[in-house]
Structure formats: structure tokens, C-alpha cells
Nanobody
Framework: VQLQASGGGLVQAGGSLRLSCAAS????????MGWFRQAPGKEHEFVAA????????AYADSVKGRFTISRDNTQNTVYLRMNSLKPEDTAVYFC?????????????RGQGTQVTVSS
């Protein structure tokens, strides 16, 4: 599977962005999907997860109430809506295929998209 994230950019604190991640292949609806982020000099960090149907989601405490993960299995795409962005949200964000729902690791990841939040 190939994953390509897009939608990142520079935004002021308090602003919003929506990230998209397009997946190749026909098996997208069978994948558990997650979003992760990695700031410079830090390990990657779990952000959000969604089950195969899209009916169940999970979030890191740091983004709960501000970020929303969703998916469209007809478009082979997973999204991350980010509201009320903070400078500490600055990182490269990438989507990943996970072995199970809500895991803090992943099996495959795509190239990321840079999100920069200015204060």
C-alpha cells in the first residue's frame, strides 16, 4: 500500500487545517488507519486512529476535542481535521496503516506533510 498525505501548511495559532491521506490499492476499507506526527528531534507520536468502518475513533489526550479523524472508503482517503491549532502541534504529520485499532505503532506509513503553527 502507498500512502500520500497532503494539506499541511503554515497557520497561525487558533487556526485550522484539514489533512488528507490518499491510499492506493483496493483493500483500503480493510485497514485500520492512524495519524501520527513527528517534531524535530523527537520520536513519532500517536495522534488519532479510526477503525475500518469509520465508526470508532481514538485520540491522543493532547489533541482530544480539537482534532477529528474521519475516512471515506469510497475515495480510499483518511482525513484529519485540526482546529484550535497550537504552536506545539508543529510537526510532520503522516498517516499509517495499523495492525489493530488505536495502536501506538504502525505497519506502513506514508510520506508526511509539514504543519507549522506560528504564535
Amino acid at each position: 500500500v502507498q500512502l500520500q498525505a497532503s494539506g499541511g501548511g503554515l497557520v497561525q495559532a487558533g487556526g485550522s487545517l484539514r489533512l488528507s491521506c490518499a491510499a492506493s490499492g483496493r483493500a483500503f476499507s480493510s485497514y485500520y488507519m492512524g495519524w501520527f506526527r513527528q517534531a524535530p528531534g523527537k520520536e513519532h507520536e500517536f495522534v488519532a486512529a479510526i477503525n475500518r468502518s469509520g465508526g470508532t475513533t481514538a485520540y491522543a489526550d493532547s489533541v482530544k476535542g480539537r482534532f477529528t479523524i474521519s475516512r471515506d472508503n469510497t475515495q480510499n482517503t483518511v482525513y484529519l481535521r485540526m482546529n484550535s491549532l497550537k504552536p506545539e502541534d508543529t510537526a510532520v504529520y503522516f498517516c499509517a496503516v495499523q495492525a489493530g485499532f488505536g495502536r501506538r505503532d504502525y505497519d506502513y506509513r506514508g510520506q508526511g506533510t509539514q504543519v507549522t503553527v506560528s504564535s
